[in-house]
């Protein structure tokens, strides 16, 4: 190739190219399910909490 440089690798194209029509089609085939699940069925919100560390009194 006369145009490389030793080394270096040219992209021609832009990343993710076509990856929209991609994603639409999968979408219109029913393709584009979770593979794992938002949420565990033993996951507890109720012992998460909010520590606010913008009130001084609050550092340790």
């Not at 194209?13 to 999968?26: A, D, L, N, Y």
């Not at 794992?36 to 520590?51: K, L, M």
């Amino acid at each position: 190739m006369k145009d490389q440089q030793p080394g270096k690798l040219k992209i021609k194209s832009e990343p993710r190219t076509g990856w929209e029509k991609s994603f639409k089609i999968m979408h219109e085939c029913g393709e584009d399910q979770l593979l794992i699940q938002d949420v565990f069925e033993d996951e507890d919100f109720e012992i998460w909490t909010y520590n606010n560390r913008s009130n001084e009194s609050d550092k340790p």
